[in-house]
Every structure is written in structure tokens, then in C-alpha cells.
């Protein structure tokens, strides 16, 4: 008997120990198989996570080209305005200052007589230098003129003058901001090759 207790224990054992190694291999290949697809879902997460921090540093990247570009043009523009605008400044200084009483007296002059009539000639200056204008031109053809030329005030000039015959819409206007502006259209092309190149 004891024998048989001895074979029915080691047989015991064995099935105890073999299904416990079985149980053991099954728990063993499950955590496996577990790890196994963990490791792959964190592998395609990872992947993912990656594409899209390329898409977005991509996108970042152009985003910064096209706002530095838009920057260098904005640049460029406020430095061409900014170019302009003092032009503009120095241009209608100047003409301003070439333009004093005794030169618009022989440029009016001048244009009267090619029109060979004095009759009925309007010119507009600057309100403020209405009086000195008047005095410098009647003098000395204060009779040739007198009759036909009327210098009228105008508040939308700075420096110059327009001249026109009275109650026609033709007229010439020989102001600093006409000046100015002529000047300015033959310097923007200047500019803009200088800028270009």
C-alpha cells in the first residue's frame, strides 16, 4: 500500500506540477501576446504622433516663410511710402521756395502774352500771397495787365499757382503739388528700379 500511496502521490505531483506548468505557460503566453500588442499600439501611436508633428512642423515652417515674406513686403511698401512722402516734403519745399513772388510774375506774364490776350485771365495763388503777388505783377505793367488778369485767392494752395481763362474749365496748373506730382511719377519708376534691383 504504501507503494501504491507512494505512486498515487508522485502521480499527484506530476499531473499538480504539469498543470501548473501548463496554467503557468498559458498566464506566460497571454502576457505575451498582451506585451506583444501593447508594445505594437504604442508603436502605431507613437508613428501617428510623429506624422503628425512633421504635418504640423511642416505647416509651422510655411507659415513662418509666408509671414516672413509678407513682412519684406510690408517693408518694402512702408519704405517706399516713407521714400515718396519725404520727396513729397522736399519737392513741394523747394518748388515752394522757387516759386516766390518775382518768378510766378514772369511765368504769368510769360503765359499772357503767348496767349496774346490779357483779357479775362484768372489766376489762382496761395490767399496768404495774394497782396504781394498783386503788387510785384501791377508794377511796372500794372496797364497792360490791369484790365484782364484777376489774381484770385484759393485756400488748396500752398505754393504756385493755376491759371485759366475765367469761366472755362480749361486751366494750367503750375502748383507745388502738380509739380510734386510730376516729379514724383518720374522718381516712383526711379524708385522702384532702385528697389527691384
Known sequence: MDVKLDNLIAKLKEE?????????????????????????????TAELREKEAEVKAAQFQRNAELAVKQAGRDAELLLKEQITA??????????????????????????????????????????ARVKKLEAVLMDGVKKEIEAGVTLKPSTDLAAGFRIGVKDEDLYYDFSDDSIAELLRAFLNHRINSIMAG
Open 16 to 44: 499538480g506540477v504539469e498543470g501548473a506548468q501548463k496554467a503557468a505557460d498559458a498566464i506566460l503566453a497571454k502576457a505575451k501576446a498582451d506585451a506583444e500588442a501593447l508594445t505594437e499600439k504604442a508603436k502605431k
Open 86 to 127: 519725404l520727396f513729397d516734403r522736399v519737392f513741394k519745399h523747394e518748388v515752394g521756395e522757387v516759386m516766390d513772388a518775382e518768378f510766378l510774375k514772369g511765368l504769368i506774364l510769360e503765359i499772357v502774352q503767348s496767349w496774346g490776350k490779357a483779357e479775362g485771365v484768372e489766376v489762382e495763388v496761395n490767399e
